[in-house]
C-alpha cells in the first residue's frame, strides 16, 4: 500500500520560528512523545478530521462520519497498537484491553516519523491491525519494529 499522504515541512523555517536550531527541530519531530500532539492537529486538518473531545478520549481523531481512529508514530524504536495506559515501565500489555480498544476504533492512521520532514501516512482500516495480531504479525503486545511495519503496510493492498 502506498502511503495516503506525506507530511512536509520546512525544517529551516520551522527552526527559524521556534528560534532553535535545525538538530533540535529534529529531535523533537522524531519523539514520538513529544511529536504526537501537533501531528494529531495536523492529520486532521488534511483529512478534515476533528480532534477527540479531550486528551483523556479513547481516540485521538473523528472522520465526517463519526468514526474514530487512533494515531500512532512509527520511530526509530517501532510502533506499537495497544492502549497507551499498556506501555511504559510499570504497565503491562492486557490482550482483552487491547481487542476492546480494536473493536472502539474504524483503524489507524500510521506515520513514519523517523523520516522527517518528509512524513508519510498511512489510513489503515482495524481490519488490517486485526488480521496482523490474528496472524502473530505483531509482537505479543503489539509492538513491532519500524522495518516490521514498513515491511506489513507495503504489502496490504
Do not use: H
Not at 533540535?24 to 522524531?30: A, C, G, H, L, M
Amino acid at each position: 500500500m502506498k502511503p495516503t499522504r506525506t507530511l512536509t515541512w520546512n525544517i529551516e523555517e520551522v527552526a527559524a520560528a521556534l528560534r532553535v536550531d535545525v538538530q533540535s527541530v529534529r529531535e523533537y519531530f522524531t519523539d514520538g512523545r513529544r511529536v504526537a500532539f501537533l501531528i494529531e492537529r495536523r492529520i486532521a486538518r488534511e483529512e478534515g478530521f476533528k480532534l477527540a473531545p479531550s486528551e483523556g478520549a479513547c481516540f485521538d481523531l473523528m472522520d465526517q462520519s463519526g468514526g474514530k481512529w487512533e494515531v500512532r508514530n512509527i520511530t526509530r524504536g517501532g510502533i506499537y497498537f495497544c492502549p497507551s495506559y499498556m506501555v511504559g515501565s510499570g504497565r503491562s500489555f492486557d490482550s482483552p484491553g487491547f481487542l476492546r480498544k480494536l473493536a472502539s476504533v474504524n483503524g489507524y492512521i500510521v506515520t513514519d516519523i523517523e523520516s522527517f520532514p518528509t512524513v508519510p501516512y498511512w489510513i489503515l482500516p482495524r481490519s488490517a491491525v486485526e488480521t496482523w495480531w490474528q496472524g502473530s504479525r505483531l509482537g505479543t503486545c503489539t509492538k513491532i519494529s519500524r522495518e516490521r511495519m514498513l515491511e506489513l503496510v507495503k504489502l496490504l493492498p
